[in-house]
């Protein structure tokens, strides 16, 4: 589970912020910060994997927590979340390598939206001790994919990533492949892999059976439905 730290000065702001974040049961928030200063501390002195930023706050702002952290090389992910929509503002979270940048107020589907950004780079580092370029192609293309969330797929699944998925196995219809093997074609983790196989064989786009004759542990195999 993904340790957060809410960093807000406005109480229902953070409240609200903290009801998303739990809606995800990859995620536990263990703290809420009113400043930058306190955040900071905080950061310090806990393991945080993710943080929640405002950009407007007293005594220190969102940027000049993120470059902190940047310069304390704090092992931590950072979410913008501000009604600081200027292009200097954007540009310099960006510059600092924030996962996802939210413009105040926003729907809950775009929050989730980037808590899965987070969790799929997340897989992708924990799968892959070294990468190949379309692998660092799936991860750059998560941070520039559209805004935009279809409230017809479940929590976890994205249209953009979906649609790939969906054309790798259409292009390779007469084949059958494990996830593993899906996973380094297409550029993602084998645990993304996984989510989205599930959800097209409850869809009936694609078929899968037990492979035993592997010598070893059964795998799974996935082709296209006809």
């Not at 928030?29 to 706050?57: P, T």
């Not at 952290?69 to 503002?89: C, F, G, H, Q, Y």
């Not at 192609?137 to 797929?153: G, I, R, V, W």
């Not at 479940?154 to 998925?165: D, N, S």
């Amino acid at each position: 589970m993904y340790e957060v730290l809410i960093v807000e000065d406005d109480p229902m702001v953070a409240m609200i912020n903290k009801q998303y974040v739990n809606q995800n049961n990859h995620f536990h928030v263990c703290a809420v910060c009113r400043d930058g200063n306190s955040a900071l501390e905080y950061l310090q002195n806990n393991v945080i994997h993710l943080v929640i930023l405002d950009q407007y706050m007293p005594q220190m702002n969102g940027l000049t927590l993120l470059r902190m952290i940047r310069e304390k090389e704090l092992p931590v992910s950072v979410i913008m979340v501000t009604a600081a929509n200027d292009s200097t503002t954007i540009e310099e979270a960006l510059r600092l390598g924030i996962v996802d940048y939210l413009v105040k107020p926003f729907y809950n589907s775009r929050f989730q939206q980037a808590l899965e950004t987070f969790i799929s780079r997340q897989d992708a580092f924990h799968d892959l001790s070294a990468f190949k370029q379309h692998h660092i192609d799936a991860l750059l293309e998560n941070n520039l994919k559209s805004s935009k969330t279809s409230e017809q797929f479940p929590k976890g699944i994205q249209e953009q990533t979906l649609e790939k998925m969906c054309q790798f196995m259409k292009e390779n219809r007469n084949n059958e492949f494990t996830s593993e093997v899906i996973a380094d074609k297409v550029g993602l983790s084998r645990v993304t892999v996984r989510r989205y196989m599930n959800y097209l064989l409850e869809k009936g786009s694609i078929v899968g059976r037990m492979n035993y004759e592997t010598g070893g542990r059964p795998c799974m195999l996935y082709r296209w439905n006809e």
